[in-house]
């Protein structure tokens, strides 16, 4: 059962174009969804249909639009089957690492269980790396080579370390912009074109903010102006 006041969105797929035409398995997969939501003050905010091979993880625009979907409605992704999403172990940590939600209607805490595991195998290795990292540092130390880069330590330093961040924030910005540039786009093609009106829409919408907030016309100008770029 969804929790209350959640926010979801639903993501279907079959993997032939025969499949897709007849709606064989797609029933299946949304009565697994309606199953799931029944109860609670839920809200589906979309669903996407995808034809196409769960082992083709590089090439799904539908799942891309359900996850920039997720991240404009900051919504949980929902599939009715764990192997609906996909079978690649790599792709289900990149969803965690992206901070996406998701559940998997047949294996409700598979987001926890399953997705954890994954990434503590991942982090076990990681550790082991840096365990030999440090070691084979150690032993360079102890035959007399200077370790570190004492350029980092200078105001220059520090000032590439700020431009760093800055650089790493404003891909950020980007990538919302790109999110919403589908959203926006369709706004203005249905005559929303001022940036008030394009602010009132996307809270009328339930789209929050990068913070959470509600859109004012300065943040809506900000986001144009990332998308000219």
């Not at 174009?17 to 839920?42: E, P």
């Not at 919408?205 to 300065?218: F, H, L, N, S, Y």
Request: hydrophobic content about 40%; some cysteine; aromatic content about 4%.
């Amino acid at each position: 059962m969804a929790h209350q006041t959640s926010r979801f969105i639903a993501y279907y797929r079959c993997s032939t174009a025969k499949q897709g035409r007849s709606g064989l398995g797609l029933d299946a997969q949304m009565q697994a969804v309606q199953d799931y939501l029944n109860g609670g003050q839920w809200e589906l905010v979309g669903e996407h249909t995808e034809v196409e091979s769960g082992k083709r993880s590089d090439n799904r625009p539908e799942l891309a639009k359900a996850l920039a979907a997720c991240r404009i409605h900051k919504a949980t992704l929902l599939v009715a089957k764990l192997d609906r999403l996909a079978r690649n172990a790599h792709f289900l940590l990149g969803l965690k690492d992206a901070g996406i939600e998701f559940i998997c209607c047949d294996m409700p805490s598979a987001n926890r269980l399953t997705v954890g595991v994954m990434a503590m195998v991942a982090e076990e290795e990681g550790r082991a790396v840096s365990i030999r990292t440090k070691q084979a540092l150690a032993a360079c130390k102890a035959r007399g080579m200077v370790l570190g880069n004492p350029k980092n330590l200078t105001a220059e330093g520090r000032i590439r370390g700020a431009q760093e961040g800055n650089r790493v924030r404003s891909m950020k910005a980007k990538a919302l912009a790109t999110d919403l540039l589908p959203v926006i786009t369709a706004l203005q093609d249905n005559g929303f074109t001022s940036l008030h009106g394009i602010a009132n829409q996307l809270n009328i919408q339930g789209i929050p903010t990068t913070r959470g907030g509600k859109w004012q016309a300065i943040q809506v100008s900000r986001v144009l102006a990332r998308m000219a770029v």
